[in-house]
């Protein structure tokens, strides 16, 4: 028999609340993280994803579509510019807008050179060394990886 002032069984096995577990994983699927964590007191809950490499469809050409470099750039080489997180790149600030850099585009360090969306936000993405632009490896609007190459400065 348990009093009201005697202290919980800390021997007793914590349940686990599933209810939680769901709405966790559902919202790792619809905001696409790997995992997510919560922890009350003792108890903690994991709910982790393996991620599969997505099918990706042919990008539609449009008029505004970025020149890729036409010689093949090392990924390693010293002037590419990798992307910092995974998100959506972009080469304009708007549909409507010149492209940031061009081919052939003369930078200097700090420029802005393209935007990564990630979780609705808009990160600038600067020039870290001054140079030419001698390629562009991604499309507008592409979905891009953490250090995928960008482009390329020489």
Same mark, same amino acid.
């Given at each position: 028999?348990?009093?009201?002032?005697?202290?919980? #069984?800390?021997?007793?096995?914590?349940?686990? #609340?599933?209810?939680?577990?769901?709405?966790? =994983?559902?919202?790792?699927?619809?905001?696409?993280?790997?995992?997510?964590?919560?922890?009350?007191?003792?108890?903690?809950?994991?709910?982790?994803?393996?991620?599969?490499?997505?099918?990706?469809?042919? !990008?539609? @050409?449009?008029?505004?579509?970025?020149?890729?470099?036409?010689?093949?750039?090392?990924? #390693?080489? !010293?002037?590419?510019?990798?992307?910092?997180?995974?998100?959506? =790149? *972009? $080469?304009?600030?708007?549909? &409507?807008?010149?492209?940031?850099?061009?081919?052939?585009?003369?930078?200097?360090?700090? #420029?802005?050179?393209? $935007?990564?969306?990630?979780?609705?936000?808009?990160?600038?993405?600067? =020039?870290?060394?001054?140079?030419? @632009?001698?390629?562009?490896?991604?499309?507008?609007?592409? !979905?891009? &990886? *953490?250090?995928?190459? $960008?482009?390329?400065?020489?």
């Amino acid at each position: 028999m348990k009093y009201p002032d005697s202290k919980p #069984d800390v021997s007793a096995p914590a349940t686990i #609340d599933t209810e939680l577990v769901e709405t966790l =994983a559902g919202m790792v699927a619809r905001l696409g993280l790997s995992e997510i964590e919560v922890a009350n007191g003792d108890v903690k809950i994991r709910v982790a994803r393996q991620l599969t490499p997505a099918v990706v469809q042919p !990008p539609i @050409v449009s008029p505004h579509a970025a020149v890729v470099s036409a010689s093949p750039v090392p990924p #390693d080489s !010293p002037g590419t510019v990798k992307s910092p997180m995974v998100g959506t =790149a *972009y $080469l304009r600030a708007s549909p &409507e807008s010149t492209p940031f850099v061009e081919i052939g585009t003369q930078v200097k360090t700090g #420029d802005k050179v393209i $935007l990564v969306e990630a979780m609705k936000t808009f990160n600038e993405i600067l =020039a870290p060394r001054a140079g030419t @632009v001698t390629g562009i490896l991604v499309e507008d609007g592409q !979905p891009v &990886e *953490y250090g995928q190459p $960008l482009l390329v400065i020489e």
